[in-house]
T-cell receptor
Framework: NAGVTQTPKFRILKIGQSMTLQCTQD?????MYWYRQDPGMGLKLIYY???????DKGEVPNGYNVSRSTTEDFPLRLELAAPSQTSVYFC?????????????FGPGTRLTVT | EDQVTQSPEALRLQEGESSSLNCSYT??????LFWYRQDPGKGPEFLFT???AGEEKEKERLKATLTKKESFLHITAPKPEDSATYLC???????????FGTGTSLTVIP
């Protein structure tokens, strides 16, 4: 199992550009999450999904959009990138039926908006 | 309002010198408390889940404990390979929101 994979690893965007961060998991997990991690700050939940076709906002959703058409994929869309979106983005997944929400994280995407 | 506070921010230990990391939380109706390890440039790696006050879990040199308002991660006789940032997270009563602390950066000196 590859676990949770994210692409790209690094990206530089200009202000106003758009991009999609890709996330795929091969563990058949029903829950998936997107977090951002800024220096000196804890991980902040952007969006999450409890299954294909179902998504909901987390703590910091503004400026982002998500979709979940399959169990495996959970892309994060940035529209009109702003410097405040410079961060490291982590995708994670978990399996709720086990009773535990231990999350498995991808390696992250480091995004710089200039 | 911070939901999760971790202390200290950074900790330097000599190899073999045991210590504890603290995670205090203000979420009421806790569904679960999680500990993760994060190495530089990588995603967090799951360590433990605790659900109720009094619960303890162990893995090698690490032991996590939980009270009604805080959790401790005890590190016994640490080795240099234990150097990492340790993150604490709580699961909100709704079940789908998770709040992370800012972490404790642990350095173990040979």
């Amino acid at each position: 199992n590859a676990g949770v994979t994210q692409t790209p690893k690094f990206r530089i965007l200009k202000i106003g550009q758009s991009m999609t961060l890709q996330c795929t998991q091969d563990m058949n997990h029903n829950y998936m999450y997107w977090y951002r991690q800024d220096p000196g700050m804890g991980l902040k939940l952007i969006y999450y999904s409890v299954g294909a076709g179902i998504t909901d906002k987390g703590e910091v959703p503004n400026g982002y959009n998500v979709s979940r058409s399959t169990t495996e994929d959970f892309p994060l869309r940035l529209e009109l990138a702003a410097p405040s979106q410079t961060s490291v983005y982590f995708c994670a997944s978990s399996y709720s039926a086990s009773g535990s929400h231990e999350q498995y994280f991808g390696p992250g995407t480091r995004l710089t908006v200039t | 309002e911070d939901q999760v506070t971790q202390s200290p921010e950074a900790l330097r230990l000599q190899e073999g010198e045991s210590s504890s990391l603290n995670c205090s939380y203000t979420v009421s109706g806790l569904r679960g408390l999680f500990w993760y390890r994060q190495d530089p440039g990588k995603g967090p790696e799951f360590l433990f889940t605790l659900y109720s006050a009094g619960e303890e879990k162990e893995k090698e040199r690490l032991k996590a404990t939980l009270t009604k308002k805080e959790s401790f991660l005890h590190i016994t006789a640490p080795k240099p390979e234990d150097s990492a940032t340790y993150l604490c997270a709580v699961q909100a009563p709704t079940g789908n929101q998770f709040y992370f602390g800012t972490g404790t950066s642990l350095t173990v000196i040979p």
